[in-house]
């Protein structure tokens, strides 16, 4: 009674690439790893969430006693802070120009031969150009913060003053 209609894959019939009808399918080894990932990060930011704690606790007993010793053991940290910052900063300006210029040569987003957590759908064109400078955007941002960190001033410990008694 009905005859069925073929399904169009654009507004108008055959104005679409063949690319923009598929998508990557997701590989359960990345997502494997990146829930292991993930997860050991959680654990690990806990545990030194709580070392730290008690650390603070050790400081903040030791700048009642030597508050100078305690502002170079704070220094200590905030330098090993600022470097790890630093580093995994760049990691991440690195990872985001890196895809952003894959692609922009593939031309499409996830580029050829990428790999992803989830299943996607394959953007070509201006829609893949838009994600590659929206990665690209992202590692100036990081960058920016990143220099930003950098130049703040250290903090300068502040001198004990020694009330001058009448002799």
């Given at each position: 009674?009905?005859?069925?209609?073929p399904?169009?894959?654009?507004?108008?019939?055959?104005?679409?690439?063949?690319?923009?009808?598929?998508?990557?399918?997701?590989?359960?080894?990345?997502r494997?790893?990146?829930?292991?990932?993930?997860l050991?990060?959680?654990?690990?930011?806990?545990?030194?969430?709580?070392?730290?704690?008690?650390?603070?606790q050790?400081?903040?007993?030791?700048?009642?006693a030597?508050?100078?010793?305690?502002?170079?053991?704070?220094?200590?940290?905030?330098?090993?802070t600022?470097?790890?910052?630093?580093?995994?900063?760049?990691?991440?300006?690195?990872?985001?120009?890196?895809?952003?210029?894959?692609?922009?040569?593939?031309?499409?987003?996830?580029?050829?031969?990428?790999?992803?957590?989830?299943?996607?759908?394959?953007?070509?064109g201006?829609?893949?150009?838009?994600?590659?400078?929206?990665?690209?955007?992202?590692?100036?941002?990081?960058?920016?913060?990143?220099?930003?960190?950098?130049?703040?001033?250290?903090?300068?410990?502040?001198?004990?003053?020694?009330?001058?008694?009448?002799?």
């Amino acid at each position: 009674m009905f005859k069925e209609m073929p399904r169009a894959t654009s507004w108008c019939k055959g104005t679409l690439s063949p690319m923009m009808n598929t998508a990557v399918s997701a590989d359960p080894r990345l997502r494997k790893r990146a829930l292991i990932l993930v997860l050991t990060s959680f654990v690990a930011g806990a545990l030194l969430l709580s070392f730290f704690h008690g650390f603070l606790q050790d400081i903040e007993a030791l700048a009642t006693a030597s508050p100078q010793l305690a502002f170079e053991k704070l220094s200590l940290i905030r330098n090993a802070t600022l470097g790890f910052t630093l580093v995994c900063s760049t990691a991440l300006v690195g990872l985001f120009a890196y895809i952003s210029f894959r692609v922009f040569r593939a031309a499409q987003w996830p580029s050829l031969g990428g790999r992803v957590v989830w299943e996607m759908p394959v953007r070509t064109g201006r829609r893949a150009t838009a994600i590659a400078v929206f990665l690209l955007f992202l590692a100036v941002v990081v960058i920016a913060d990143a220099v930003w960190l950098w130049s703040l001033p250290e903090p300068v410990p502040q001198e004990q003053v020694v009330p001058m008694e009448d002799v």
